[in-house]
């Protein structure tokens, strides 16, 4: 697992391409983009879509209130998260 | 056997194509069916959404060569297809460039045979490169994602890194480098095409160093030179499970070689069939679906569900059965004759044989003008 590198003050957008949608099939939601898709667990989808200005620092506070559990809890997941998802260059950190 | 669920459809629109590419994979010989037109193409892809396809890659042939491309775009986008255009630029220019851009087009995947002029023309048998770069920046200026592809042979494969270089320049965001693999015109001239050992040897340590160093900043895909592999390719994540074609006459294939490979399977067409039904029930995509069919080695191989036996159209090609494991597979009983030609290549001195150019089916006609 690599260590989170992500600050809270980075605002995490859709790469260029990259589209979100759902998938009609199963209802769930999933990244498009050149060549592949990607199926987003529950977490996942939950960050993502939220990536449309807020900062990570916001998207943590944000759903740490919709689960209504303490920030700490959720930071390392969503800075995880948002780090593959930038390695595999489908969002972007303005 | 319960058919998975589709997520990708090749829609090869016409064969029609304005390069000559000794590589190219298209059937050497076509019939002289009409061209699909732009309502039964508009239902095919309705067909495939409604199957639970999410991706769609316009091909060919060179698909610019038809008119009603931005149609089918626009038709894909309302279905919610994401759409991919897959091209050697020829034809592009900045108006259809923004007409596809408004249709809604996704990506462009934009082929390049070579970085030098005089040997890209060469290749592809037309003044067609410095043309390319002119596309090249006009997707980037639409604001349309780029990825170029190179398909790597052994009169390219010795300019690998000027090809990265050419990559980075034009601010790709993502570079196929693909060895040939042989099928229609390039299994014709597969003794021109196959790279020597010591190429493909440097080709692997350039692509790898380049992979590392650009990544976070070009994806790089390295499309490996199965006949140099001890294993075989997974072709396809397997027959009838992810992916489906639809060559320009209506034949929907589980492998877009498949129809000129496996002459003996009975392909079905969109204008006597549902998609659905092809599909699901079709002869053709249960054939090699799941791991049944498989003779050993496969049966047994603890690999079967990794490479699915490899590539049935390279079994039919190189064995006479395509239920035959892929005979790159240092298991199969036919690997002798994959040594064979790598040995012929890389015991000869002498300068590669020349190629057959790749020409356009002359009895393929077009219906998308009439109404």
């Keep these: ?17 990259v589209r979100l949608q759902t998938d009609s099939k199963t209802g769930n939601s999933v990244l498009l983009f050149p060549e592949g898709v990607l199926e987003l667990n529950e977490t996942a989808q939950d960050i993502v879509s939220r990536c449309d200005g807020r900062t990570v620092g916001e998207i943590i506070h944000t759903l740490a209130e919709e689960y209504d559990i303490d920030p700490q809890m959720l930071d390392a997941d969503v800075r995880e998260t948002l780090g593959d998802l930038q390695r595999r260059k489908l969002i972007e950190l303005v | 056997m319960i058919a998975p669920r589709p997520y990708a459809l090749l829609a090869e629109i016409t064969y029609r194509c304005p390069l000559h590419c000794p590589y190219c994979s298209n059937p050497t010989q076509t019939g002289n069916d009409q061209e699909l037109t732009t309502d039964e193409w508009t239902r095919v892809i309705r067909e495939a959404a409604a199957l639970g ?21 626009r038709a894909a986008r309302e279905a919610n297809l ?6 050697s630029g020829v034809g592009l220019d900045d108006e259809r460039v923004r007409g596809l851009r408004d249709a809604g087009l996704d ?28 596309v090249a920046a006009k997707v980037r200026a639409a ?64 692509a790898t160093a380049a992979k590392a160093r650009l990544a976070g900043k070009i994806d790089i895909f390295y ?37 000129s490979a496996i002459p003996d ?46 590539c049935r ?34 015991s000869s001195t002498d300068r590669a044989p020349d190629w057959t150019y790749r020409v356009n089916p002359k009895t393929l006609r077009s219906l998308e003008h009439v109404t």
């Excluded at chain 2, 570079?175 to 299994?187: D, I, P």
């Excluded at chain 2, 396809?236 to 589980?254: A, D, H, M, S």
């Design chain 2, 53 to 73: 396809v999410l991706q769609i890659g316009f091909s060919g042939g060179e698909p610019l060569a038809r008119r009603d491309l931005p149609d089918l775009v």
């Design chain 2, 223 to 259: 499309v490996l030179p199965d006949y140099y592999e001890a294993r075989p390719k997974p072709c396809l994540n397997g027959w009838g499970q992810r992916y489906l074609t639809v060559n320009p006459i209506g034949e929907v294939l589980p492998c877009p070689t498949a129809s």
């Design chain 2, 107 to 134: 990506s462009v995947q934009l082929s390049f045979q070579s970085d030098k002029t005089d040997l890209a023309d060469e290749i592809a048998g037309a003044r067609a490169h410095q043309h390319k770069l002119d």
């Design chain 2, 313 to 346: 159209c390279q079994a039919a090609l190189l064995t006479g059965n395509a239920a035959n494991t892929d005979p790159v597979c240092e298991l199969s009983p036919n690997r002798a004759g994959v040594d064979a030609v790598l040995h012929d290549v890389n």
């Design chain 2, 143 to 206: 604001g349309i994602p780029l990825s170029l592809n190179f398909v790597i042979h052994r009169r390219n494969i010795d300019r690998l890194p000027e090809m990265i270089e050419l990559a980075e320049s034009l601010q790709a965001e993502r570079v196929e480098l693909a060895n040939v693999q042989f099928y229609g015109w390039a299994f014709l001239n597969r003794a021109a095409l196959l790279p020597t050992r010591d190429q493909v040897v440097r080709a692997r340590e350039i």
């Design chain 1, 1 to 17: 697992m690599q260590a989170p590198t992500i600050a809270g003050s980075a605002q995490p957008k859709l790469a260029r391409g």
């Design chain 2, 265 to 310: 399977l009975r392909f079905e067409n969109v204008r006597e069939r549902a998609l659905d039904w092809i599909w699901r029930e079709s002869e053709s995509f249960n054939r090699f679906r799941g791991t049944e069919w498989m003779p050993e080695p496969c049966q047994s191989c603890p690999q079967r569900e990794i490479d699915f036996g490899g």
């Design chain 2, 82 to 87: 994401y759409t991919n255009l897959i091209t």
